[in-house]
């Protein structure tokens, strides 16, 4: 993580404090209207740093994007009943995580973070977080009467890094009128065919799409079994 995500909450919680110390000296010295201005400046700041603190440590559940680059294996088993499946979804450094599904095909979404191109200047590069992994059937019938699967891959580190959410902010309306600082891309997703045995490369472009290609044959015969039938684009 960039040292501005704690240079600049820390300079502003100090800038509080100074506030808060000298709203109190005058408090004590019998001038309450100063003394109260002070106090309320400096709760004011501690309460911006930490806003900027959470901030900073939310976007460390999110991975650097410096160019396309592979951000998850997707391995599949089947199971015994009929289109159900394991699904593996091992991403670098992290823990392998299995989930089972339902369908035809599985569906990866990530969420990605662009930077203004001014924001660049302070070392902020475009940075991701995969977010769901759903199955969905091809035939809509079997879609109606079926019971969805959908998981959730976002990383719950212990602590306060899920408290402020920098993508739901990063998408409000209001915090990209006033403080135009990232683009969240509003979703973006891979999906191919589910098959025992398969597995799959899923890679992530600078632009925030991404890409999944079979890795063995098992996969390749899959994804050539499919063309021409394959779902409508996937909820994003």
Known sequence: MHAWWWVIPGFVAIVGLLFLVGGFGYLFRGRPFKGGRGVIGGAVFLLIAAVLGLVGLNIQTYHRLTQEQLVATVTIRALDDPKSYSVTVAEPNEEAKEFQIRGDYWILYAHTLKWKNW??????????????????????????????????????????????????????????????????????????????????????????????????????????????????????
Do not use: C, K, M
């Open 119 to 236: 924001a660049t200047v302070l070392g902020l590069d475009s940075q991701y977080r995969l977010w769901r992994l759903d199955g969905l059937y091809h035939a809509v019938e079997d879609e109606n009467v079926n019971v969805g699967t959908a998981h959730d891959l976002r990383i719950a580190r212990p602590g306060v890094q899920n408290v402020v959410d920098v993508y739901s902010l990063a998408t409000n309306d209001l915090v990209q009128r006033f403080a135009p600082l990232v683009d969240a891309t509003p979703g973006t997703a891979s999906w191919e065919p589910l098959a025992d045995g398969a597995e799959y490369r899923v890679t992530l472009t600078q632009a925030g799409t991404l890409l999944a290609r079979p890795n063995n044959t098992i996969a390749s015969d899959a994804v050539g079994r499919a063309r021409g039938v394959r779902p409508p684009a996937p909820r994003t």
